[in-house]
């Protein structure tokens, strides 16, 4: 036994050292550094996540900033939980799950039906009480249809029909519709970064110092264990939170340059900008389902919205093979995508009770914080779901991380989306960039994945089928950049003649062994907690149960195309 625990940690380490990473999905760092690693999570996704709000405010008629701010917690706490359900039953990779803009379309949509167009009379006087209260009738209208459309969700995973679909999807595939994710948010960095360009600047600098000049150094700090009493310890802090120091000493700064009268009063460097917002916040505060009312439904509504489903369940799948890559993990076999699809589903449905504006994802900008810190241990980011939930409940510490400036939260976009892009790309490594098939596949499907888009945002009523429910539907995902890019890849990559090898499926689906090798974690990663184990036989007709058959056997869903059964490795569960 002593024997075998030896050789698992030794092989630990060489997965480690082969992909440059601190810690594999199935390990854990220390508790304190676990809590600081967890908490810089829920950071970085608080930027985006505290944008949606703010944005779909105005179209819902809120016209308190208090009302704002509870929204905001709301949606961090189901957040939490989503974030729980997807990495402890979902598909168990270290994956963050936050609001998703894929429904803001179908949502704005629905927002400016006749009956739900704000008062003309709130444009000149916002803040008269007698408009208190209408918001509710327009958020229970969104909550009814993201409600029955995470049905279609939760049907879509556990079915099985995504899995299926896999058996067509590669790396000339998978590369363009990743790099898709970064590249089609550059309005988003150009909007943060660009309102103040010194201070984004200042932050990327501080990341780029951190996450690739300082990952040697160690700082020392006071310890104290029954061992060896008090004693320093040293830690490379700076290679695992160069977003939180990045973020923390930019703000500092700026509130230093806030004070010194250094910027205009209209600058969103401020850290002023939003301080009546920290004085008017709750305490303490519970979000529970159905806090707005009850939910009401139109089919105009729910046809909608399931635009922003199918837009959301081709970006996840995306994110999902990304996020294998981040923490070495292999790429995530069908089961494991199938149940993550319909845990977001489930989640959905809970964002949609509980009344949060906007459905939930998985969130690629947490998962360039992986590439970063190289940290892809799992339960770090279930501490950071645990932090989203607890610090949810008090509306003080919520409203004090909104003053964070603009600029600050833009320079860390400007950092991960680059990395979640660069991530896309090095899938190609496995593909022959000297076939002129593949160069021409990878290249259209990126540049076709950016300029559909951006015309129909130029030209928003380019689609007209007469009507207005469809073209909701055609808008939300040919305005998709992953969707586009993606689908054009897929389609090109399976009707034009190449081979196997060629087109890196053969290299692709050898990942699934490679771990025996001791170049990623196991496979078991993506096993189920709670006694559920990959040998029960029944488990082959469940599409999202985890199955690996013995040598021999013909397997029901298969994975990749190894027949082998995979040595278990040590994992924890939370």
Aim: proline share 6%; with cysteine; aromatic share 10%.
């Amino acid at each position: 036994m002593d024997t075998d625990r030896i050789e698992a940690q030794n092989d630990n380490e060489n997965n480690k050292e082969d992909l440059g990473l601190s810690y594999l999905i199935d390990e854990n760092p220390p508790w304190y550094m676990a809590i600081m690693l967890g908490l810089q999570h829920y950071l970085t996704m608080f930027g985006a996540t505290v944008s949606l709000p703010l944005i779909l405010s105005p179209a819902m008629c809120v016209n308190d900033p208090v009302v704002t701010g509870k929204l905001i917690s709301t949606i961090f706490f189901v957040s939490g939980v989503a974030t729980l359900l997807q990495t402890c039953l979902g598909n168990r990779l270290p994956i963050v799950q936050g609001s998703t803009f894929s429904y803001l379309v179908p949502t704005f949509a629905i927002l400016s039906l006749p009956d739900y167009k704000c008062p003309k009379e709130m444009e000149s006087d916002p803040t008269n009480s007698k408009f208190d209260g209408i918001w509710k009738i327009r958020i229970r209208e969104i909550q009814g249809a993201i409600m029955v459309t995470s049905i279609i969700q939760i049907v879509i995973g556990f079915s099985g029909l995504v899995g299926f679909l896999l058996r067509f999807i590669g790396p000339i595939t998978i590369a363009p519709t990743i790099a898709l994710v970064g590249l089609s948010l550059v309005n988003v960095c150009l909007t943060n970064a660009g309102s103040h360009w010194g201070i984004a600047f200042t932050t990327i600098g501080l990341i780029i110092i951190c996450s690739q000049m300082l990952t040697d150094v160690k700082v020392p700090f006071p310890f104290y264990t029954k061992e060896k009493g008090f004693h320093t310890l040293k830690s490379p802090v700076f290679r695992l939170f160069p977003v939180i120091i990045a973020i923390v000493t930019t703000w500092i700064f700026c509130v230093i340059l806030t004070a010194a009268g250094v910027f205009d009063h209209n600058s969103s460097a401020r850290t002023d900008v939003k301080s009546s917002v920290l004085a008017d916040s709750p305490w303490f505060r519970v979000p529970y389902p159905g806090q707005w009312g009850t939910p009401t439904l139109s089919f105009a509504g729910v046809f909608g919205m399931v635009a922003g489903v199918i837009a959301g369940v081709v970006e996840s799948i995306g994110d999902y093979y990304a996020c294998a890559r981040m923490s070495g993990a292999p790429p995530p076999p069908p089961h494991a995508i199938n149940r993550g699809i319909g845990i977001e589903g489930i989640a959905c449905f809970i964002a949609g009770a509980f009344g949060t504006g906007t459905a939930t994802t998985s969130f690629s900008e947490n998962i360039g914080v992986i590439g970063i810190t190289r940290v892809g241990s799992r339960r770090v980011v279930q501490i950071g779901a645990l932090c989203m939930i607890i610090l949810a409940l008090f509306g003080k510490f919520g409203a004090l991380f909104s003053t964070i400036p603009q600029p600050v939260i833009g320079g860390v976009f400007v950092v991960l989306f680059g990395m979640i892009c660069a991530v896309g790309l090095s899938s190609l490594q496995h593909v022959n960039l000297n076939s002129v098939r593949n160069l021409f596949i990878v290249g259209f499907a990126l540049i076709i994945g950016l300029v559909i888009p951006e015309y129909l945002r130029q030209h928003p009523d380019t689609i007209d089928t007469g009507v207005p429910e469809v073209n909701q539907i055609f808008t939300v995902l040919f305005g998709t950049s992953m969707v586009v890019g993606g689908m054009v890849a897929l389609i090109l990559d399976n009707i034009l003649p190449g081979s196997d090898e060629d087109r890196g499926i053969i290299k692709w689906r050898s990942l699934m062994t490679e771990q025996r090798k001791g170049t990623m974690a196991s496979i078991h990663v993506y096993d189920l907690p709670f006694g559920i184990t990959s040998k029960w036989t029944f488990a082959k007709y469940i599409p999202f149960l985890p199955y690996y058959p013995e040598d021999g056997e013909n397997d029901v869903h298969p994975v990749a195309d190894s027949e082998i059964q995979f040595p278990q490795q040590q994992q924890t569960f939370l």
